[in-house]
């Protein structure tokens, strides 16, 4: 499926470029010409109206269609079902097959809705004259199933200026006395991917709190209230999918009848975690003193007949069932014996698994969402030769920091089930959690998963939001991609940030607040604020000014940050301060007490901690009236991290500090492209090569918003050969080029800084190769095992970098040639250091020497 919509008539780009993904209909905030329909005037709002027999979601979309037009107008929207009467216009909203209004504009050849035909979760709005006798015009929203129908409802209140982060957010429309929609047709093809959505997970400090106190307090729990918003907001974003919150501070999603409800009401389907086999939640659900251990080695009827429970109960409504089976709470496999006893008790599992589905559900299997997630200790197992019935999608993982460890292979490309992803912007767990504040570069995710589309990924993409209030730029972008994926192969970061921020804030501020965002994801990219305080994200105090340009890049970002916000008007300042101050301050804050610290500066270490407090607490408090009370924790899981600062007993303030922006004098002058010897070192970003050279259709590409201290570069696509031997390299191998001019002669250690990605699928590597003028190629991998906790992964995701190192010799001083291969697909090329016996330690490495 792509997502490339059908032009049934030139389609328009709203008037203040406040688009989202799609087709969507130009909006006028004025009267428009003959023609042109009239959604709202001083004279009051159209009628909206949706046929009694449709699902509920298109009534709960329509009903929340009107008071979107209300925020933006003022104007009180009638919603009736059936064909209005005495009206000059309305909006007809409804679902082919399903609506007869829709159906009888269909018939009568007054609406081709032929682009919807045999479509999944696609949608066409479009004006038509004379619908019925008696009315003069009606604005159709038409939707080829029922979500298709919500999401055409909610495409236009996006157009309107209603952001589907307005109540969640607190995000005002702008008011307009007039709203006309440019009269035309608007096709929306199926999404790029069929499942798409979120997982609630690490909600202790968060929405769990929040949700028991001020949304389902009868229950002291997130309850349907709470689910309804999301449902909702879910819909405004083009999602499909929840899996719902699961930890042990929360009861279990079906506990609650009215849960389950209010997702089919919504049209959301429902799903479960890698370790919930069978929409289980097996932390409050399995009983041990009624049904024994959870053990299908020893306990298989028991099991068994829980999850087919949950099938009975549940199976009439829209579902995708993971399969397969882990500990209680992402706990290992519990089975004994050889990995080969593991893997024939796992295809057990599934036969058995798969016999519940086709009694209860669908004897054709191949109509029921099956999703297997080989996560953590799963993985070695399906590694071991684990065969997954071939209709069940396989669902891959990042590593929770955002690298994806595998993709299909060719063969498994070939799956009728087809693949997906489980991708992470919160974890709890090693090396480190980062449950705080969302610091996930959107141009890393779209790094990730526009590879992952390219090895056929499409089936179902999941992202793990942690506790929700945090994520909301990551979730809004994730969804987006997973919308339409082709529509985003020219992504910049800075330009995507700027038009989210002019959908939230307008027109006005928003190349400010994109300016700002983009600064803050490359500041917390690595080291991100919940992982200090590790030997890997240590900031040097001594070299390269690596301290004080730190905090000083927070310093403008905050004043920046605190300048715009006292610059908003005074219904934006919430929604302002929950999406942009909080998160730049926090992270700004937290770098200031840990650099403070370091420095021996106890003052301002203590006030960098207090800010944050101060700020936890207006967020909680204070922000749109209290409405957020125990949202957000300054501490999550009380890890050391959030401590007051401590300051070290040997801490000193630096002295006289490196100054690194000019050349030393011995260092050979050369021209700008050329990059010279400064203090014994070579540094070159690598976005800043001499030369480069493609391969077609492989190419080197600069990705926006990736890298640690300028722009990542990596070869497009990601589906590239491997090259093995130094003579496969010349003529075939992507190459980029850096020339340099050096002062000293002899031993030299390369190391090229590289995101820590992993090889695309076992049996591949992840290596490149490199060079200095005419030597023999070297190949270099930078992969590293994400299961083995005390090998160099932890470093690498702690850091943001897999810094590969090879050893050179470079001839007289004078002009030179680094040379860098790519030898395999995915590898993403961030900085290289040539060190000529002056590197000196830091976490950045030195300056560009450029």
Known sequence: MTSTFHKIAPVFIWALCLHASGAEPEVLFNDGSPGDFKLADKSGATVLAYDPSEAKVVQIATEALAGDIKQVTGQTVAVQTGPPASVDRAVFIGTVGKSALIDGLVQSGKLDASALTGKWESYLIATVDNPRPGLRQALVIAGSDRRGTAYGVFTLSQAIGVSPWHWWDDVPAQHHDVVTIKAGAYAQNSPAVKYRGIFLNDEDWSLQPWAAKNMDPEIHDIGPKTYARICELLLRLKANLLWPAMHPCTKAFNIYPENKQVADDYAIVMGSSHCEPMLRDNVTEWDKKTRGEWNYQTNRDQVRQYWEERVAQNGKLENVYTLGMRGIHDDPFPAKG?????????????????????????????????????????????????????????????????????????????????????????????????????????????????????????????????????????????????????????????????????????????????????????????????????????????????????????????????????????????????LILYPVHGSGFMNEKFIYAAMGDQPHAQAAYDQIQADTETYNLKIAGGKWNLIVSAAPRKQPVFDPPKIAAAATPPTAPLDDSAASPSTTTAAPSVFTERNGVVSMEAQHFTRSTDRAPFRWQIIDGLGRTGEAITVLPATGPSFDKAGDLAGQAPEIEFDFVNVTAGPAKAMVSCLPTHAVYPGRELRYAIAIDDETPQFVSIDADSEDKKGPWSGNVLRGAAIGMSSHTVGAPGRHTLKIWSADPGLVVDKIVLDLGGLKTSFFGPPETR
């Open 338 to 578: 050889t990995m080969a006893d593991k893997v024939a008790l796992l295809e057990q599992i599934f036969t058995d698994q798969r016999d519940i589905l086709s009694r209860l559900v669908n004897t054709d299997l191949s109509q029921v969402p099956q999703i297997f997630i080989p996560y953590k200790e799963v993985l070695k197992i399906y590694q071991s030769g684990l065969v997954v019935p071939d209709d069940v999608a396989l669902m891959w993982v990042d590593d929770n920091f955002g690298y994806i460890r595998e993709l299909s292979n060719p063969e498994e490309e070939k799956r009728a089930g087809g693949s997906g992803v489980y991708y992470h912007v919160s974890y709890w767990g090693g090396p480190h959690d980062y449950l705080w504040l969302g610091t996930t570069p959107p141009a890393l995710i779209w790094e990730e998963m526009t590879k992952a589309y390219d090895y056929n990924a499409r089936k179902v993409w999941v992202l793990n939001v942690g506790g929700f209030k945090k994520s909301e730029i990551e979730t809004d972008f994730f969804l987006h991609l997973a919308w339409d994926v082709d529509g985003a192969r020219s992504f910049q970061q800075k330009d995507w940030l700027t038009d989210w921020a002019a959908r939230q804030f307008g027109p006005d501020h928003a190349a400010a607040i994109g300016e700002i965002l983009d600064e803050y994801y490359r500041l917390n990219d690595a080291p991100k604020p919940e992982h200090f305080g590790t030997p890997n994200t240590i900031i040097s105090v001594e070299n390269y000014n690596e301290a004080e340009k730190r905090l000083g890049s927070f310093a403008q970002l905050i004043e920046k940050t605190d300048a715009l916000y006292a610059q908003m008007p005074e219904e934006q300042k919430d929604a302002f301060f929950e």
